[in-house]
């Protein structure tokens, strides 16, 4: 036996196959607990796709063997393409028990509790791994993805570093260490590794994709098209390629073509929520939508991906005590310094912890000073970014949260098919983004009477709960508002206008108004500032629009990214505030007030009243024009009377202060009230 054994043996290592076989089956017959046989065996028919018969081969190996190794290790195999993940790591464990310096098994066990989001345990193993081989690229490379995950960007990008000096001019690994640096927010670093990455092989479409990404973000916005562009030439069908163009082109302002390019990545993948969310962000900025025609598209974008998830759960275990402590969880990918952490963050750092328990679910890996912030007041802090949305409502469901808040609506990073699943009783859409989701699953939209008039409520399908605004700024930041100083005007005796929203938000109507303000109020002029100006191109763009109404360059100045400091600081170079329509500015406007400049919005040419209620809310009512023309006869008015703008920006922030706009203890005192009122009632329903 032993020689027909041996001669199997030498036609398997030969590729002789159905020689070795015939070999192995005579040995069988006369000697079935011949390990050697049974395991060499079972390789050929899991080769020939004979699943069952190779795992029963490998079962009786271990029997006549048990620290027969390669016959565990080729079970384990097996198992983990079953994806029979226990049984596979007992495998494993055994094959590690015999020969502890196996890295094949250590590997697949990592890669199997990676696959079951067990993550602590896969780092474990891959560190295992490191120690048995110090110089293991795939090791490396794959446990700084998990440290990625898991928001340890520095011990990430030092995982990196260390594949790298193992194998240099890894593309993978520059690639992942570019995506590290980006959420880190070190762009020079991102672009770099990227650059490394495309110069070493440029015919990889993710990667000029990846690299377009952070052009987009840091707002050259040039540079980010020329990535798309580049990438459609490698893989023109790639769905993901023309969402992010679209994005680009949003941001440069260029409405109806990113429109185009959203449109164009559903015709290529028509189940892509994520584009079909932006091209609802973009939609919302066109002069020639109106509410109806917005919560319609929600509506359908509701219908298709949102509304069949709804039954996932359908019984809460939550107490129906009305009076207990709740926990409310909110949901977004801003808690950082982000204009909108400004707005919702205070209702977090003021909550009532006697009352309230903080659950953060957090979608951005980018931490700093603001998310230590954020950490230090919830009760717990989940990371959420390895996580897909069924998985998030599920832990949300475990988590037993009573009321569940959105912070992001159809913006960038949201969440809103995990509140599909509706894991909480209670499920609240607000300050994120104010047009509301089209959800069945959504309960309940924070608004303001002026956002959203009585006659638009039927229109929403969520219900509306009316704050005292929509909207209020954060009185405890961390950010000190400077001094104000003197109306410019005082001393130039000419206006200087300021528009310091988003460039996308401003419309050609919105140009042509502004023109026309400029015209009527000599030597008058407006300050610009937002980060795409930053780019030539864009600066250029901008002028010429006014240029071909009549306004030279030496009237229209601009100012690109700054510092929060330097950021505030240029408030105090202005006089008045002009709000773009049809979708108003909204910490904009806020700061602005803060800083002591009155802020001009057209409510009856919006869809997105912001502003509107924010003016309300502080008794500005004259700032909220009627319609265009009266925008600009407003606008000449006020530019007219220096002294009354002089006193009212002297007594604008002391006002500010002291209203809901500017106190976060009241503020947050109020939406604690309405979450307590909304949980009574829930538990009088359910009772």
């Known amino acids: 036996m032993e020689d027909i054994l041996i001669k199997g043996v030498s036609f398997h290592n030969a590729g002789r196959l159905n020689e070795a076989e015939a070999c192995y089956q005579k040995v069988l017959k006369i000697q079935p607990d011949n390990f050697i046989a049974l395991g060499n065996y079972g390789t050929i028919l899991y080769g020939n796709g004979k699943i069952v018969e190779a795992i029963n081969c490998f079962k009786k ?45 250590h590997f697949d066990i990592a890669t199997i509790f990676t696959k079951l989001k067990n993550i602590q345990d896969a780092i474990i193993y891959y560190e295992k791994i490191i120690a048995i081989k110090p110089d293991h690229v795939d090791a490396y490379n794959n446990l700084g993805n998990l ?62 994709i990846n690299l377009g990404v952070v052009y987009t973000i840091i707002g050259k916005l040039d540079e980010a098209i020329n990535c798309y562009k580049k990438a459609i030439a490698i893989k023109p069908d790639s769905a993901e390629l023309y969402n992010n163009l679209g994005a680009a082109l949003k941001d440069q302002g260029k409405i109806d073509e990113a429109i185009l390019y959203f449109k164009k990545a559903l015709t290529i993948k028509p189940d892509y929520p994520v584009a079909h969310s932006n091209m609802i962000f973009t939609t919302d900025l066109l002069t020639i939508s109106n509410t109806a025609y917005l919560q319609k598209i929600r509506k359908e974008w509701a219908k298709k991906y949102a509304d069949p998830l709804q039954n996932y759960f359908t019984t809460f275990k939550n107490s129906k005590n009305p009076t207990r402590k709740l926990r409310i969880g909110y949901v977004g990918s801003d808690f950082r310094h982000h204009s909108a952490a400004s707005i919702f963050g205070p209702v977090i750092f003021n909550h ?54 959105d912070l992001a609506g159809h913006s960038r990073g949201n969440r809103l098919l995990s509140f599909a699943h509706k894991p909480a009783p209670i499920q609240i859409t607000a300050w994120g983004y104010p047009h509301g989701t089209g959800m069945k699953a959504m309960d309940y939209l924070f608004s303001d009477p002026v956002f959203i008039p009585k006659f638009e409520i039927e229109i929403y399908s969520e219900h509306i709960i009316d704050l005292p605004c929509m909207l209020h700024l954060n009185s405890d930041s961390n950010i000190q508002f400077p001094e104000i100083n003197l109306l410019p005007a005082t001393k130039t005796k000419n206006v200087t206008f300021g528009a310091f929203n ?52 030496e009237r229209i100045m601009t100012m690109g ?12 170079l202005i006089d008045i505030m002009l709000d773009p329509f049809p979708h108003n500015g909204g910490v904009t406007t806020l700061e602005s007030l803060k800083m002591g400049v009155p802020v001009l919005t057209c409510l009856n040419k919006s869809t997105c009243r912001v502003s509107g209620g924010i003016l309300q809310a502080i008794d500005l009512h004259d700032w909220c024009a009627t319609d265009e023309a009266d925008y600009i006869e407003r606008a000449q008015r006020f530019a007219k009377d220096i002294d009354s703008l002089a006193i009212l920006r002297s007594q604008l922030r002391k006002r500010f202060e002291s209203s809901v706009l500017g106190n976060s203890p009241l503020y947050t005192a109020q939406v604690e009230k309405i979450y307590r009122k909304l949980w009574h009632n829930w538990c009088k329903s359910e009772n």
Do not use: M
């Open 61 to 105: 190996a271990i029997t006549a063997k048990p620290d027969y190794a390669d016959a565990q290790l080729n079970l384990g195999t097996i198992l983990k393409g079953q994806e029979r993940w226990e049984e596979a790591i007992e495998c494993y464990k055994q094959v590690i028990s015999i020969t502890p310096n196996n890295i094949q098994a």
């Open 147 to 208: 440290l990625h995950e898991e928001g340890k960007l520095d011990s990430a990008i030092t995982c990196f570093n260390k594949a790298l000096a193992c194998l240099p001019n890894n593309v993978i690994v520059y690639n992942n260490l570019g995506n590290v640096y980006k959420d880190q927010g070190n762009f020079d670093l991102s672009i770099a590794n990227f650059q490394k990455a495309i110069n070493i092989n440029p015919n990889i479409f993710e990667l000029h």
């Open 352 to 405: 009532n912890p006697d009352k309230f328990e903080i659950y953060c679910y957090v979608g951005n890996l980018d931490h700093d000073d603001v998310t230590k912030k954020f950490k230090i007041h919830s009760f717990r802090w989940l990371q959420t970014t390895h996580l897909n949305d069924t998985e998030l409502a599920e832990q949300i469901y475990k988590d037993g949260i009573d009321i569940l808040v």
């Open 502 to 553: 988003r460039l996308e938000k401003n419309s050609d109507a919105v140009y042509a108004s502004w023109a026309k303000i400029l015209q009527r109020v000599p030597n008058s002029q407006i300050l610009f500032k937002a980060p795409q100006l930053d780019s030539p191109s864009q600066t250029e763009a901008l002028k010429t629009k006014f240029n071909k109404k009549g306004i030279p360059n």
């Open 561 to 572: 990214r700054s510092s929060p400091t330097k950021h505030l600081l240029a408030y105090n």
